[in-house]
């Protein structure tokens, strides 16, 4: 069971919107910076949003990453079917452990 | 480009000890920019994160490994190594190797990963 909670699967029609959350709590979210992966099937996840909100270079600007208290948010716009991967947060604890969700599935319809 | 390439028995057997190097090339393990990674994924499931080490050797671990679990570095030949001791089959899994930007606070690169399986 993950500390940070992700729901496990969303899903939408191509061209939507999709936002996939990630709970957590102070020891965590609360007090650090969260970071986006997106692993697409037989692939090692790659980074998509870092520092909550920043999008490395080469990640378009479809994606994007918010954090309200001890939640964040990725949010994804123009949904195209090369997106239908899984979908991971991450942040560290008080120990400066590394945490990962539990892992979101993006199924495009 | 930095590239990270993970190497080492892809079988094991219960009860031994798992052996992993990842090779860094395209940049340096002695920078003290980044914390040098492994995160394991078992067949189907999530992440799960191992533990890092620091250019300085300096590691930290996931309290739930940490008394089987040590992590090496080898500045001399660019290399981080993992060592997983009395494996058993939950220890099955996709192992990866990743760098932890210090700057950006995320894994920025990672290896394409091994499959160990833990079998008799």
């Known amino acids: 069971q993950s500390v940070l909670t992700q729901p496990p699967s969303v899903s939408a029609a191509p061209g939507q919107k999709v936002t996939i959350s990630c709970s957590g709590s102070s020891s965590n979210i609360g007090n650090n910076y969260v970071s986006w992966y997106q692993q697409l099937p037989g692939t090692a996840p790659k980074l998509l949003i870092y520092d909550n909100n920043k999008r490395p270079s080469g990640i378009p600007d479809r994606f994007s990453g918010s954090k309200s208290g001890t939640s964040a948010t990725l949010g994804i716009t123009g949904l195209q079917t090369g997106d239908e991967a899984d979908y991971y947060c991450g942040t560290w604890d008080s120990s400066l452990s590394v945490l990962f969700g539990g892992g979101t599935q993006l199924t495009v319809l | 480009q930095v590239q990270l390439q993970e190497s080492g028995p892809g079988l094991v057997k219960p009860s031994e000890t798992l052996s992993l190097t990842c090779t860094v090339s395209?940049?340096?393990?002695?920078?003290?920019?980044?914390?040098w990674s492994w995160i394991r994924q078992p067949p189907g499931k999530g992440l799960e994160w191992i533990g890092y080490?620091?250019?300085?050797?300096?590691?930290n671990y996931n309290p739930s490994l940490k008394s089987r679990v040590t992590i090496s570095v080898d500045t001399s030949k660019n290399q981080f190594s993992l060592k997983l001791s009395s494996v058993t089959a939950a220890d099955t899994a996709v192992y990866y190797c990743?760098?932890?930007?210090?700057?950006?606070?995320?894994?920025?690169?990672w290896g394409q990963g091994t499959l160990v399986t833990v079998s008799s």
């Open positions: 080490i620091y250019y300085s050797g300096s590691t």
């Open positions: 395209g940049g340096s393990v002695s920078s003290g920019s980044y914390y």
């Open positions: 990743a760098r932890f930007g210090i700057a950006v606070a995320g894994y920025d690169y």
